[in-house]
């Protein structure tokens, strides 16, 4: 799980970076800009949380109920990807 929580971070955080770049040239309304900004921004915290916190005791051999973030992360990333598609369009 760490290893896949320093992946994820690393990806997401380069995604964001250039997804927010084509968010400057999307022909979006300011509430659905700052929506999408902040569901692109959540994803790279949500997920690497998720697969850190889930397993946080050196004794856990399986992840706890928090790995439900991952999830919650990847919504977010579809959803703020989605609206930043619209815009685009």
Same mark, same amino acid.
Not at 10 to 31: E, H, K, M, N, T
Not at 35 to 48: C, E, F, K
Not at 64 to 68: A, K, S, T, V
Not at 74 to 82: C, D, M, N, P, Q
């Given at each position: 799980? #760490?290893? +896949? %929580?320093?992946?994820?971070?690393? &990806? ?12 400057? $040239?999307?022909?979006?309304?300011? %509430?659905? @800009?700052?929506? +999408? $900004?902040?569901? *692109?921004?959540? +994803? ?11 397993? &946080? @005791?050196?004794?856990?051999? @399986?992840p706890? @109920?928090?790995? #439900?973030l991952t /999830?919650?992360g /990847?919504?977010?990333? +579809?959803?703020?990807? *989605?609206i930043?598609?619209? /815009?685009?369009?």
């Open positions: 799980m #760490w290893r +896949a %929580g320093h992946a994820h971070a690393g &990806v997401l955080v380069l995604f964001s970076l250039v997804a927010l770049i084509y968010l400057d $040239q999307a022909d979006l309304s300011p %509430g659905f @800009r700052s929506l +999408a $900004q902040w569901l *692109i921004v959540a +994803a790279p915290v949500l997920m690497p949380l998720g697969f850190f916190l889930s397993v &946080v @005791r050196p004794k856990d051999t @399986r706890n @109920r928090l790995i #439900w /999830g919650l /990847g919504a977010s990333l +579809a959803a703020g990807t *989605i930043l598609g619209i /815009g685009l369009l």
